[in-house]
T-cell receptor, first 112, second 113 residues
Framework: KAGVTQTPRYLIKTRGQQVTLSCSPI?????VSWYQQTPGQGLQFLFE???????NKGNFPGRFSGRQFSNSRSEMNVSTLELGDSALYLC???????????FGSGTRLTVV | SQQGEEDPQALSIQEGENATMNCSYK?????LQWYRQNSGRGLVHLIL?????REKHSGRLRVTLDTSKKSSSLLITASRAADTASYFC?????????????FGPGTRLSVLP
C-alpha cells in the first residue's frame, strides 16, 4: 500500500511569506503528526490531528498551524516566515496510539 | 532537557561488528520506539516495545527495555554498510495538551566496509 506522501519535497521561500505543506497519510490511518527537524534542535513535535481535530500541539508560535480533512489528509501552514523556520518538516501517520509512526520523506523548506 | 537521549552521539564500526546504542528517558512511558533515518530523509520505524516487555527482536535488531533504569538499548548484529544512518529513540509523553512522541537527538552510526 502507498506510504505517507508529502508535497512538495523542496521549497524555497523568502522571509515574510507564508507556506502550506501537504501530507497524505496511509489509507486508514486517522492520526497525523507533524515534526520539525533542524540540526540544532533535532526533531520537535508540532501538532497531531485525529479525525479532523487537533489532539495535541507542541511549543511553537501561533504562526504554525495545521488542519486535517475528512479524508485524513493534513496540511500545515507557516505564516510570516523567518530564517529560523528553515528545516525538514516531517509528517507521520499512525492507525492509533499503540502503533509506531510511518513517516513521509519530508518537505525541506529553505527561507532566504 | 530531552525526555529521551541516545548514547553515544556517534559510533563508527567495521562491517560485521555489532552496534549498540542506548537511550535514557526521564518519565514513565507506555512504550518506546526506535527509528532509523538515512541522510535527511524520513524516519523508518524499526521496533516498538511496550512498558511491560523486556526484549524484542526483529531480524538483526534486538531491543531491550529496563523501566527501572528508564533505559533502552538497540543492538544491531552483523552490521552492514547499509545500516549507516542516524538512530532515534522516541518515548510517549503525556502533557497538558495530550500525548505525543518525543525523540532524542539520535546516534549517528557509520559502518565502514
Amino acid at each position: 500500500k502507498a506510504g505517507v506522501t508529502q508535497t512538495p519535497r523542496y521549497l524555497i521561500k523568502t522571509r515574510g511569506q507564508q507556506v502550506t505543506l501537504s501530507c497524505s497519510p496511509i489509507s486508514g490511518h486517522r492520526s497525523v503528526s507533524w515534526y520539525q527537524q533542524t540540526p540544532g534542535q533535532g526533531l520537535q513535535f508540532l501538532f497531531e490531528y485525529f479525525s479532523e481535530t487537533q489532539r495535541n500541539k507542541g511549543n511553537f508560535p501561533g504562526r504554525f498551524s495545521g488542519r486535517q480533512f475528512s479524508n485524513s489528509r493534513s496540511e500545515m501552514n507557516v505564516s510570516t516566515l523567518e530564517l529560523g523556520d528553515s528545516a525538514l518538516y516531517l509528517c507521520a501517520s499512525s492507525p492509533s496510539d499503540s502503533y509506531g509512526y510511518t513517516f513521509g520523506s519530508g518537505t525541506r523548506l529553505t527561507v532566504v | 532537557s530531552q525526555q529521551g537521549e541516545e548514547d553515544p552521539q556517534a559510533l563508527s564500526i567495521q562491517e560485521g561488528e555489532n552496534a549498540t546504542m542506548n537511550c535514557s528517558y526521564k518519565t514513565s512511558i507506555n512504550n518506546l520506539q526506535w527509528y532509523r533515518q538515512n541522510s535527511g530523509r524520513g524516519l523508518v520505524h524499526l521496533i516498538l516495545i511496550r512498558s511491560n516487555e523486556r526484549e524484542k527482536h526483529s531480524g538483526r535488531l534486538r531491543v531491550t527495555l529496563d523501566t527501572s533504569k528508564k533505559s533502552s538499548s538497540l543492538l544491531i548484529t552483523a552490521s552492514r554498510a547499509a545500516d549507516t544512518a542516524s538512530y532515534f529513540c522516541a518515548t510517549d509523553v503525556r502533557d497538558n495538551y495530550g500525548q505525543n512522541f518525543v525523540f532524542g537527538p539520535g546516534t549517528r552510526l557509520s559502518v565502514l566496509p
